[in-house]
C-alpha cells in the first residue's frame, strides 16, 4: 500500500493567519485529494489536485481560501487561509491506492487544526 | 452525488460482545471501503470491499452489491475498537473521489 506523509499533525494558530500543510507519497499517483472534517462531521471533500494544472474545487471551497500546490506526482500542499475558528477541523490528503484494490484509496495521518 | 447511509450512529457495548454495523448507498459501486478513525483521528483503512466477504481476525465485512448494502462485523469487542467507522464508496470513472457516510461512533467499556 502507499505511504503518505502528512505534516503538521497538529497546530493551533491565531486567527488571521495562514497554515500550510503538506502530504508526501511514496509512489507517484495521478490524482490527490484534500478533504475536510469538522468536529462530530464526517468527511467533505474540498478539492481534487492533479500535477500540472489548477485543483478542482467542491460547491462551498474556494481557491483563495484554500490554494493548492501540486508541483510533482507525489506531493501535494493545502493552505488555509485568513484562518478563523470556523477553520477548526481535522483535515486530510488521500490518494488512491491500487495495493489495496483496484479503486482502493489511503489516507494521511491528517492534520487537526485548532484556530483561536 | 451518491447517498451513503450508516447505522446505527452510536453504540455502546462490553468489552467482549459483538456488533454489526450497517451501510447503505444508493447507487451502483466499483469500491467500498470501511475505515476506522482512532481517537487521534487518523483514518485506518480496514476493508477494501466492492463485494463478497472478507474476514480480518476479529472483524469481518460482507458487500453485496446488487442490493446495496455493506455489513461490518466486530466479534468480541475490545476497548481499542472504540472509535467512528466510517463506510465510503466511489462509484463511475476510474479517477474519482470517495463519498462517506456520517459514521457510526462506538465505544466499548471495560
Known amino acids: 500500500s502507499a505511504v503518505i506523509s502528512q505534516k503538521p499533525s497538529r497546530d493551533i494558530c491565531q486567527r488571521g493567519t495562514s497554515l500550510t500543510i503538506q502530504c508526501q507519497v511514496d509512489?507517484?499517483?495521478?490524482?490527490m485529494f484534500w478533504y475536510r472534517q469538522q468536529p462530530g462531521q464526517s468527511l467533505t471533500l474540498i478539492a481534487t489536485?492533479?500535477?500540472?494544472?489548477?485543483?478542482?474545487?467542491e460547491s462551498g471551497f474556494v481557491i483563495d481560501k484554500f490554494p493548492i500546490s501540486r508541483p510533482n506526482l507525489t506531493f501535494s500542499t493545502l493552505t488555509v487561509s485568513n484562518m478563523s475558528p470556523e477553520d477548526s477541523s481535522i483535515y486530510l490528503c488521500?490518494?488512491?491506492?491500487?495495493?489495496?484494490?483496484?479503486?482502493?484509496?489511503?489516507f494521511g495521518s491528517g492534520t487537526r487544526l485548532t484556530v483561536v | 452525488g451518491i447517498q451513503v447511509e450508516q447505522s446505527p450512529p452510536d453504540l455502546i457495548l462490553q468489552e467482549g460482545a459483538n456488533s454489526t454495523l450497517r451501510c447503505n448507498f444508493s447507487d451502483s459501486v466499483n469500491n467500498l471501503q470501511w475505515f476506522h478513525q482512532n481517537p487521534w483521528g487518523q483514518l485506518i483503512n480496514l476493508f477494501y470491499i466492492p463485494s463478497g466477504t472478507k474476514q480480518n481476525g476479529r472483524l469481518s465485512a460482507t458487500t453485496v452489491a446488487t442490493e446495496r448494502y455493506s455489513l461490518l462485523y466486530i466479534s468480541s469487542s475490545q476497548t481499542t475498537d472504540s472509535g467512528v467507522y466510517f463506510c465510503?464508496?466511489?462509484?463511475?470513472?476510474?479517477?474519482?473521489?470517495?463519498?462517506f457516510g456520517r459514521g457510526t461512533q462506538l465505544t466499548v467499556w471495560p
Open positions: 488521500s490518494v488512491e491506492d491500487r495495493g489495496l484494490g483496484l479503486y482502493g484509496y489511503t
Open positions: 465510503a464508496v466511489k462509484r463511475g470513472s476510474t479517477l474519482g473521489r470517495l463519498y
Open positions: 509512489s507517484q499517483v495521478t490524482m
Open positions: 489536485a492533479n500535477q500540472g494544472s489548477e485543483a478542482t474545487y
